[in-house]
């Protein structure tokens, strides 16, 4: 049967599988093959060189049958609708899909953009309070040198006030762990890494070590351990969760707090000191230090 002479080569799969065919090139080929045979056929019976010039008035000739007439329309309608149709069917799907990529592409980079902004936000941040931290001791120093202050101490001063700076800086990348027992041969960053990992950060630690005098609350001294990270920004993510570790089984004694210098650390006390008292004198309230203040709230 002619039909079947054009057809042989092409694939079933195409003609069977309408909604789910994935487009695949082989298949355009084979379908490109089966109209180049069917109409090099047409064009020798009817004496052309051309497909374009098929037409009526060239197809009507003697040689070509009523019959054959009819097995290429059939020959065609079949190509088009059991192998075309499938075959563009899939296609305009195909390209959906890369579009829809095309949008996710465009969207994550726009995503990629705003976290770059939002670090070089917080990288700016972070120099605008060192340079604050440099102004203000500046101005004290000044303050001191108009005062008639001895010039002698007019470097010494300079010098102190860069160095709290550095320090400040150096501690902004600073974390330290109080509660966490010591143990024989043990590897720090190994145990600050199952800390952090209870308040589900993975953080990259640069340096740790356990700090040299020893805190005791009534139970076994413990040093607390002050680690470095690669960023102030990690730093504050770390601390923004760290009240987490109240709720896991085996550190409700463990905390982590910043790296204050000796100045911060008295404030602190005191801080601690006070909002102690006030949950004894008002035990009806909620009393927590937030930002360094003691904010009070009432009981849900």
Same mark, same amino acid.
């Given at each position: 049967?002619?039909?079947?002479?054009?057809?042989?080569?092409?694939?079933?799969?195409?003609?069977?599988?309408?909604?789910?065919?994935?487009?695949?090139?082989?298949?355009?080929?084979?379908?490109?093959?089966?109209?180049?045979?069917?109409?090099?056929?047409?064009?020798?019976?009817?004496?052309?060189?051309?497909?374009?010039?098929?037409?009526?008035?060239?197809?009507?000739?003697?040689?070509?049958?009523?019959?054959?007439?009819?097995?290429?329309?059939?020959?065609?309608?079949?190509?088009?609708?059991?192998?075309?149709?499938?075959?563009?069917?899939?296609?305009?799907?195909?390209?959906?899909?890369?579009?829809?990529?095309?949008?996710?592409?465009?969207?994550?980079?726009?995503?990629?953009?705003? %976290?770059?902004?939002?670090? #070089?936000?917080? @990288? &700016? $941040?972070?120099?605008?309070?060192?340079?604050?931290?440099?102004?203000? =001791?500046?101005?004290?120093?000044?303050?001191?040198?108009?005062?008639?202050?001895?010039?002698?101490?007019?470097?010494?001063?300079?010098?102190?006030?860069?160095?709290?700076?550095?320090?400040?800086?150096?501690?902004?990348?600073? %974390?330290?762990?109080?509660? #966490?027992?010591? @143990? &024989? $041969?043990?590897?720090?960053?190994?145990?600050?890494?199952?800390?952090? =990992?209870?308040?589900?950060?993975?953080?990259?630690?640069?340096?740790?070590?356990?700090?040299?005098?020893?805190?005791?609350?009534?139970?076994?001294?413990?040093?607390?351990?002050?680690?470095?990270?690669?960023?102030?920004?990690?730093?504050?993510?770390?601390?923004?969760?760290?009240?987490?570790?109240?709720?896991?089984?085996?550190?409700?004694?463990?905390?982590?707090?910043?790296?204050?210098?000796?100045?911060?650390?008295?404030?602190?006390?005191?801080?601690?000191?006070?909002?102690?008292?006030?949950?004894?004198?008002?035990?009806?309230?909620?009393?927590?230090?937030?930002?360094?203040?003691?904010?009070?709230?009432?009981?849900?």
């Amino acid at each position: 049967m002619m039909v079947n002479k054009y057809l042989e080569n092409l694939d079933n799969e195409i003609a069977m599988n309408y909604s789910t065919l994935k487009f695949r090139s082989m298949y355009a080929e084979q379908i490109l093959g089966a109209q180049i045979m069917l109409l090099n056929d047409m064009r020798q019976a009817a004496g052309v060189q051309k497909s374009n010039v098929l037409r009526k008035e060239t197809l009507n000739k003697p040689q070509i049958t009523k019959a054959t007439l009819c097995d290429w329309m059939e020959t065609f309608i079949d190509i088009l609708d059991s192998y075309c149709s499938p075959l563009l069917f899939s296609a305009t799907k195909l390209q959906d899909e890369i579009d829809q990529l095309k949008d996710e592409k465009i969207a994550d980079q726009n995503t990629v953009i705003k %976290l770059q902004g939002q670090l #070089l936000e917080k @990288k &700016s $941040e972070d120099l605008t309070s060192v340079q604050t931290t440099v102004k203000s =001791e500046l101005k004290a120093w000044s303050s001191v040198v108009k005062n008639s202050c001895s010039k002698a101490l007019a470097p010494k001063k300079m010098k102190a006030a860069l160095k709290r700076a550095s320090e400040e800086e150096d501690r902004s990348q600073n %974390l330290v762990i109080y509660g #966490l027992p010591e @143990k &024989s $041969e043990e590897i720090l960053e190994k145990r600050v890494l199952e800390v952090l =990992e209870n308040i589900d950060e993975k953080p990259r630690i640069v340096s740790c070590c356990r700090m040299g005098r020893t805190v005791s609350d009534g139970g076994p001294a413990v040093k607390p351990i002050k680690f470095t990270l690669s960023g102030s920004d990690h730093v504050r993510r770390v601390l923004s969760k760290a009240r987490k570790l109240r709720e896991v089984e085996g550190y409700d004694s463990v905390y982590i707090s910043p790296d204050r210098s000796a100045e911060q650390r008295a404030a602190f006390r005191k801080l601690v000191l006070e909002v102690k008292q006030k949950r004894e004198l008002e035990p009806q309230r909620v009393h927590v230090i937030r930002n360094n203040k003691i904010v009070s709230s009432e009981k849900d």
